[in-house]
């Protein structure tokens, strides 16, 4: 499967950008946005997650607050936590795979 | 009273929903008032054609000038930044419920109301390879393509087309031919079908055909008219030949077809769209304004879109007259009714043609 994704197009038109372009004065300032706009997107997740199950345990009066406070997880539940942790750290700072070694030009017509 | 289906397809994990709610939100916000980045580059952009005492039309000189500010930068990095997240995040939920909506598909091939025609010989022409709107894939080398197209359409409409609504008021601008007979609808590069559904509730009794080259889209877009009941037909065809008799509709429909589509192919079916929809026959097309009309951030988005969301052919059809291509194939324009429009004032536009 040949997908275009690079600037020549099928059949003329305007030349697409390549798969990473880089758009500030430099890369490492791309891939810092991209990492803030990711880590806000994964904040928000686990805010609506959060809410979601306080909405709900609450509702059900199986929480009291303070119980999260002091919670200390099983092994088998710091295991599954490290887990999530690597993914999250995956998916915040998998930008960094995508900075160029080379320096790269600025996006600009 | 029975719930009505939903059609659109959901990830099934409620962070890939969370996620995708925030890239939405952030569209927005990039958008519109939040970032407020389109009248701020536009303020920049009038005070430095005060400076020069000179309107500024030339895409070029239009770059040059914002290209040089930081804030444009940021602007593009950030658009670009949003779309990638979505597809990414879209793809990978989708991905995750392969099978099941695999199977989900198989299941309403051959279900009705209405038909499924895949055509197995089909031929894709070389101008349709292509990741239009960066979408992973493109329109149809995944079996997945249409559930990620009409998820990937839900974010990108910011919930103004969570229930169709856009299609449904598109599709009710639309006018009757003069003498009111409306027997069959031609539904051009349909994709997912919504707006070939939409024509179907407006004019129940006409034969209503959807057609598209990808059997992704289509299947989809099948399966989802099951689900509402529609008796609509879905085939793959190009919009450039479709096979269909002459002036054999009296509607023909294009919703945001021709700016993805090279010039040569813009012509090609126009003609087509000619000999298929019969005398005072309505020939109506929503897409993008022309390129005269544009504000120089206007110009400026249409190229960026162009070049870095995946549009190719957008540029070449906002330049090209397209009135004068619907003339020349006999058919008579309307005025576009203004304040008929979804999207950003001065984006989108309609072309209502009448064939003599």
Redo the contacts between chains.
Sequence with gaps: ?????HAE?????????GAD?V???DPLL?AS??ML??L???V??ER??RL?LEALLESRGLLARADIETFQPSAEQAAAFKAERARFIEDVFKELRRIPVESAS???? | MAAVPDPMPHPVRRADTAYLDFVEGFREYLLGKGADFEDRLGEALAAEEQRRGAPMRDLDEICRFLDSLPLTALRNRLARTQQEMKWHRIAGAFDAQRTELAAELARHDARGPGRLELDPAFVHPAYVNVQFHLQPGGYYHDELSGFLYHYGTKVFFRGDNDHDELHAKLVGFVPKPADGRVQRVLDLACSVGQSTTAFKARYPEAEVIGIDYSAPMLRTAHRRAVMLGSDVTFAQRLVERTGFPDAHFDITFAFIVFHELPLRIIHETVREAARVTRSGGIFAIYDFTETATKSPFQLYHRWFDARHNGEPYSQDFCDCDLDAILAANGFSVAAAPVGQRSGGAGYMKHWFATRS
């Design positions: 499967m040949i997908i275009q994704t197009t099928p059949e003329g038109g305007t030349p697409i950008a372009p758009y500030l004065a791309d946005v991209r706009v990711e806000s997107a994964q928000w997740v609506e997650r979601t600025r996006e600009g017509r």
